[in-house]
């Protein structure tokens, strides 16, 4: 929301996104590991396997987000553009 905020208030500086976008990282991997395993139940370590696939789909979801958050602002360049004309 913070991010997206940001653009629609005209932001677009690459850094400052690419924080932003770190940030949300680190809330959503807190968020993940404060979920923890089900009562009762103790943790399997994940195979090297499962970790992989974790990195390869956490490096998607990064990419993913990287393009919606050009895509949001190229829309709000694009709006302000057409309000100034």
Known sequence: ?????YLRAGGHHPAI???LL?????ATALETRAVGPRRGRRPEPPSAAAR???TALL????ENRRLEDELLALKVRREKRADAG
């Open 22 to 26: 770190h940030l949300q990282v680190e």
């Open 52 to 54: 992989g696939l974790d």
């Open 1 to 5: 929301a913070l991010r997206r905020s």
């Open 59 to 62: 490096a998607v979801e990064l």
């Open 17 to 19: 996104l690419a924080q």
